[in-house]
T-cell receptor
């Protein structure tokens, strides 16, 4: 079974609107962490936001927030006030437990395209 | 700022060649990783290392080996390159605590 599922291969959003990128995960470990990365066309992976399984509050970082629904095992990324520079691939990733090496499992990604 | 440097952005090699991809990080991170990225498959972990001279297989280690002789350097080796190893290769590092992985710019490798 897929550990991280991103069901939206591609999405459009109008500039200045908000957009939600979906991520569901599968783990039986009570301790885990969820990460979102952005990959522009230039190829580098940029860390955006992190949510720990025991965090009481949803994570926020500037225009990025994480809609964490633990019972549903979902960790959707919300980007507010989209900008043209937000056009990129977005990856959700999970770290399970306290594994040696801090390994991550990545989803297949969502390509976001912001329309002017 | 964390800096993860991969030796080449683009590389073209022939089948059967031995290929070395180098990665260096400057933040004294314990953990280093090699991924390959293919369209629709996301990032798949090839190998990782959590200490000097330590290495662990990831999800797709076949056809690859790694070397970590120094803490800051993690090398990926394609022993005998094949066309199905044409891909984007990404190196990353992280500290031992619950911190994000920091990535290099990637190497786009083509095997002809």
């Amino acid at each position: 079974a897929q550990k991280i599922t991103q069901t939206q291969p591609g999405m459009f959003v109008q500039e200045k609107e908000a957009v939600t990128l979906d991520c569901t995960y599968d783990t039986s470990d009570p301790s885990y962490g969820l990460f979102w990365y952005k990959q522009p066309s230039s190829g580098e992976m940029i860390f955006l936001i992190y949510q720990g399984s025991y965090d009481q509050q949803n994570a926020t970082e500037g225009r990025y927030s994480l809609n964490f629904q633990k019972a549903r095992k979902s960790a959707n990324l919300v980007i507010s006030a989209s900008q043209l520079g937000d056009s990129a691939m977005y990856f959700c990733a999970m770290r399970e437990g306290h594994n040696a090496g801090n390994m991550l499992t990545f989803g297949g990604g969502t390509r976001l395209m912001v329309k002017p | 700022d964390v800096k993860v440097t991969q030796s080449s952005r683009y590389l073209v090699k022939r089948t059967g060649e031995k290929v070395f991809l180098e990665c260096v990080q400057d933040m004294d991170h314990e953990n280093m990783f090699w991924y390959r990225q293919d369209p629709g498959l996301g990032l798949r972990l090839i190998y990782f290392s959590y200490d000097v001279k330590m290495k662990e297989k990831g999800d797709i280690p076949e056809g690859y080996s790694v070397s970590r002789e120094k803490k800051e350097r993690f090398s990926l080796i394609l022993e005998s390159a094949s066309t199905n190893q044409t891909s984007m290769y990404l190196c990353a590092s992280s500290s031992a605590s619950n911190q994000p992985q920091h990535f290099g710019d990637g190497t786009r490798l083509s095997i002809l």
